[in-house]
């Protein structure tokens, strides 16, 4: 089955800076690629997906890079406010497949 | 109904005891999944139901655990002979068909004593 690898599981910037958080997947028919996000005693929540018929997409503050040679993507969230601050969590699915989520970092935007 | 919907919010048990835990997901959402959330950690896939098709169990820790779905409504965990190690948050989750966005329920907080 799918395995996602993330990394890093804890980060730390100050706010206006960016953040970038990597992934990597293992079943190379994956080809869904959306990215979570769950604040503190919160239920996760979709913020930005990719299909592996594009290599990156734009979401105001927030991007995603997909590298389907490599096996791999990214987020990349630009001038960090506070409001940032959780835990992140990037997963890969095909159509017949569960999606199968990273571990998981952990975001802190220090004011 | 508007979302996602899991009860109990939260179940405090004592080891050896059966828990059941329900998710109702968004109406007309064909995929279902539950997931396990163990405190600060990530979320672990347990199992997922797409439409009429067998469900992947593949996710199940051990034989203690075992889900149901009614039809493309109401799915059911159950946990049989409880230990301290289930304690956890059961997150059910459900999508338009196989893929696309995820919507999560509240979770469900299993404690076990």
């Known amino acids: 089955g799918e395995n996602v690898e993330q990394h890093p599981s804890t980060l730390s910037v100050q706010e206006g800076d960016s953040a970038v958080i990597k992934c990597t997947y293992s079943d190379s028919a994956s080809n869904y690629f959306p990215w979570y996000k769950q604040e503190l005693g919160k239920r996760p929540q979709l913020i930005i997906d990719i299909r592996s018929n594009v290599g990156e997409k734009k979401d105001q503050r927030i991007a995603v890079t997909l590298n389907k040679t490599a096996k791999h993507f990214s987020l990349h969230i630009t001038e960090t406010q506070p409001e940032d601050s959780a835990v992140y969590f990037c997963a890969a699915k095909d159509g017949n497949t569960p999606l199968v989520f990273g571990k998981g970092t952990r975001l802190s935007v220090i004011a | 109904g508007a979302g996602v919907s899991q009860s109990p919010s939260n179940k405090v048990t004592e080891k050896g005891k059966d828990v059941e835990l329900r998710c109702d997901p968004i109406s007309g959402h064909t995929a279902l999944y539950w997931y396990r959330q163990r405190l600060g950690q990530g979320l672990e896939f347990l199992i997922y139901?797409?439409?009429?098709?067998?469900?992947?169990k593949s996710g199940l820790p051990s034989d203690r655990f075992s889900a149901e779905r009614t039809g493309e409504s109401v799915s059911t965990l159950t946990i049989q002979r409880t230990q301290q190690e289930d304690s956890a948050v059961y997150l059910c989750a459900s999508s338009y068909r196989g893929t696309g966005e995820l919507f999560f329920g509240e979770g469900s907080r299993l404690t076990v004593l």
């Open positions: 139901f797409q439409g009429n098709s067998a469900p992947d």
